[in-house]
């Protein structure tokens, strides 16, 4: 597993940097950004922002099978660039197919204080046992090992994106009601059959 870090850009230089170890280089020398399946977004989706503005809110992503590894994602606001807009910091894994992810990620004590201060905020947000984004994560980590044939995952329902993932809490949620469905129609369809045949 590689365990890396997408570092906020306070200066809105247009360039992410990661930060893998104690080195610090742009993203593109760790990933082949063009690989990522259309609705892995690196970092929040501005609509998932705006729709949770809570300071600890956390977003997960999960994308099988990019160039042979399994990508996992984890971001948490990190405060605001030089005009006043949002950023966040991003724990990114890379995953051999046989790796699970880890819901708390490592902290990078190399990093400068105030993102090592964001680093422990994400995984002290993350061991909390509360908290509907946090829930929202661990139901992501559970429908990865229990959706083999899902490609991608995401902690929280994308409504006005081009791209949905394959995955999310509310995409389950429907699809354990249309199982509920199913089942209480063929048991009144089967009750039927029996009082009238």
Known sequence: MRDIWLLPDYAQSGSIQVLEGHNVKPLYEVLNVGSLPASFVLGTPEEVLLNNPQDDFVFAQYARNVEGKNIFSCSIRAGKDV??????????????SDQTPRILPEINYSAAKDIVDVMEKLTYVLSKEVGASVNNVRLLTD??????????FASEPLVKAANKPDWTPSKKKYSDLKIKVWLTFIVLFVLVVYFFH
Do not use: C, F, P, W
């Not at 005009?83 to 051999?96: F, H, K």
């Not at 429908?143 to 991608?152: D, P, Q, R, V």
């Open 83 to 96: 005009s006043g807009r949002t950023v966040l910091l991003t724990n990114l894994q890379i995953l051999d």
């Open 143 to 152: 429908a990865i090992g229990g959706s083999k044939s899902l490609m991608t």
